[in-house]
């Protein structure tokens, strides 16, 4: 057996154990240990990249307790691909930190760090609910902590609803698990996937309840309305390298539940409806309240913030939707938009840096040290976080006008998103107008260029290289989507279905 | 029968105690309802494994059944996690309480602050 599937969440676990035992010594070990880890953990993603390439699914039997008894972590194309993602955003995201040596403004920073990659690693990789659950709790209390980082009064504001609003969603996890294990009697996702089409028609009102409060429950954390309004102040609040990390937090949610709804519902009365039509709705209706947020904001990292949730809005549309040519092309966009609002989440906080006390306030300064880098990095992540033409941003819009969007939802779904590619492009050239070209006075002397160039570079070509590369991106998003829509395949290679699992009735 | 009927009202009682107090703008009974709402749950995980007096939870000769362990082990999980976030609750709230010389959980005043 290999234990490649293991790695991503295992290196990252064990470097945090390490760094909480070895707090005191030097800062520069302390941070090569941190970086170390991460690089480890994104050879071994890559390594899990190539070996799931070929359309394998890779089962991990935990212990060697196999499933469904056991506890299983499972790798395919998706969960290898949004590690390697992961481990990339959180080696920029730990660049950042260390150029603003966010570590030096408290405790315990990197161990943090580590812990919150090795939550949403395992978050990605786990075959079974009551883990996912787990994995949550691990990466939202290292967000929780990270989130009042080296943050006075207004961080520790921003951080208690949001601890509050998680609190009361891990309270509805644990119902929708418990309802799940009283009735279908097991946890395991290809097992409940196996199952679900037998459920027995007195059970099937509780299945429902315990699906749709999953569903909820996902839907908290990808900030989709009515439960996306904790968002915008939150994400603003956090430090820019903790932001860049955040940035991947909301997508957990949504390919929870996409695997949530491509392994389990299709076609099982269980399933049935489940997501329609409600699920559209709330879609585009975080489109317009991001799109709304972008425009009324007075921050640039508050406008990152507007972008994040109609990122939300827009996957949890093509969620909803539920066919592979949808599924392909959300795949497609979720890489990409993932990167460009990190990179705006950076730039703000690159910008906050240059201005001094001016911060990140959308109002007119003397002008910035550096303002011609910043701008370039600013107008390439614009073109790229509002979806405009010729970046891949505009291609995955694109893909998802023509794959979502069926029945009665087609026109509100194509004007929304074009309006909201609009709404983007005027809010950023607002901005970046007011930031950037409007100021007259020279820079005051004595303030030097932020150091933050090298992590806000690498996230400002990304875009530029996902065009380049559109059309492999697009191919392994097609071949993603085909394997995530052919659940048979997943459950027999979780489940070894030759050995036949021998189950007993729930009793009533 | 009506023993389960009893922890079932128990699981709603403890349910709407916790969503009452959560409602409350004040973060000392808001972290009363979350311990109140975890009971609740961890009461209802443990239902999911049924009532059961009879049935070991060991293969014994005599018996054809086994009570089925899991919840408790989830259980244990969820009391676990929740003490530790209710831990930390108590601590960010006390640490805005003392920022703010009031434990009122309203919204700032002004977003804008750098």
């Known amino acids: 057996m290999t234990h490649l599937p293991v790695l991503p969440v295992l290196v990252p676990m064990a470097a945090a154990a390490a760094l909480l035992l070895g707090r005191n010594a030097a800062l520069g070990m302390r941070r090569a240990l941190s970086a170390l880890a991460l690089a480890a953990g994104l050879g071994v993603s890559l390594g899990l990249a190539i070996a799931c390439a070929d359309g394998t699914v890779i089962p991990y039997a935990l212990g060697g307790w196999r499933a469904p008894y056991g506890i299983v972590l499972v790798a395919d194309r998706l969960s290898a691909a949004l590690v390697v993602l992961l481990f990339t955003l959180a080696l920029i995201a730990l660049a950042a930190a260390l150029a603003q040596e966010l570590d030096t403004r408290g405790r315990h920073f990197h161990p943090l760090f580590q812990l919150q990659v090795a939550g949403i690693a395992g978050a990605f990789l786990t075959g079974d609910v009551f883990n996912l659950f787990v994995f949550f709790e691990i990466l939202l209390i290292a967000s929780y902590a990270l989130l009042v980082h080296g943050g006075g009064r207004p961080a520790v504001e921003a951080a208690l609803p949001y601890v509050v609003l998680n609190l009361v969603g891990s309270a509805l996890f644990l119902v929708a698990l418990g309802l799940l294990y009283g009735t279908l009697g097991t946890l395991n996702l290809a097992d409940i996937a196996d199952i679900l089409p037998d459920v027995p028609p007195q059970d099937l009102g509780l299945v429902r309840v315990a699906l749709v409060s999953l569903a909820v429950v996902f839907l908290l954390k990808a900030a989709v309305v009515p439960m996306g309004f904790w968002l915008p102040h939150t994400y603003a609040a956090a430090a820019a390298p903790v932001a860049v990390l955040f940035a991947l937090l909301t997508k957990v949610g949504i390919v929870a539940l996409l695997r949530l709804s491509a392994v389990a519902l299709p076609a099982t009365p269980a399933g049935q409806g489940l997501l329609t039509p409600w699920l559209p709705a709330l879609g585009l209706l975080t489109i317009i309240v991001g799109v709304l947020t972008a425009l009324a904001a007075r921050r640039l990292a508050q406008v990152a913030a507007g972008f994040v949730l109609v990122s939300s809005g827009t996957l949890a549309f093509a969620v909803a939707d539920g066919r592979a040519d949808a599924t392909a092309a959300l795949l497609f966009y979720l890489p990409h938009s993932t990167l460009a609002t990190a990179g705006l989440f950076l730039l703000a906080g690159a910008v906050a840096l ?24 600013f107008v390439l992540l614009a073109v790229a976080a509002a979806g405009l033409p010729p970046l891949a941003g505009f291609l995955g819009k694109l893909m998802l006008l023509e794959g979502a969007g069926q029945g009665g939802w087609r026109w509100a779904w194509w004007a929304l998103l074009l309006l909201s590619g609009l709404a983007g492009a005027l809010v950023l050239a607002r901005a970046g107008s007011v930031l950037f070209w409007e100021p007259r006075e020279p820079a005051p002397p004595g303030r030097a260029l932020p150091r933050l160039g090298a992590p806000l570079g690498v996230l400002a070509v990304a875009s530029p290289l996902l065009t380049l590369a559109a059309a492999p991106a697009a ?19 979780v489940l070894g279905r030759e050995e036949g699992v021998v189950r007993e009735r729930r009793p009533g | 029968m009506s023993l389960e009927l009893l922890l079932a009202l128990g699981v709603g009682l403890l349910v709407g105690c916790g969503v009452w107090l959560i409602l409350q703008p004040r973060s000392f009974p808001l972290i009363l309802g979350l311990a109140f709402l975890s009971y609740a749950v961890n009461l209802l995980i443990f239902l999911g494994g049924r009532i059961d007096r009879l049935t070991p939870p060991l293969t014994l000769p005599g018996f054809a059944r086994l009570a089925d362990p899991l919840p408790q082990a989830l259980v244990l999980t969820a009391i676990v996690i929740g003490f530790g976030m209710t831990a930390y609750l108590v601590a960010l709230g006390l640490r805005a309480a003392a920022a703010g010389d009031d434990d009122r959980v309203d919204p700032p005043p002004g977003d804008d602050a750098p």
């Open chain 1, 354 to 377: 240059a201005r001094g006390d001016l911060a990140d306030r959308l109002v007119r300064g003397p002008a910035m040290a550096g303002a011609g880098p910043l701008g370039v990095a």
């Open chain 1, 475 to 493: 191919a392994w998003a097609r071949a993603t989507a085909e394997q995530l829509h052919d659940p048979a395949t997943y459950v027999s290679a």
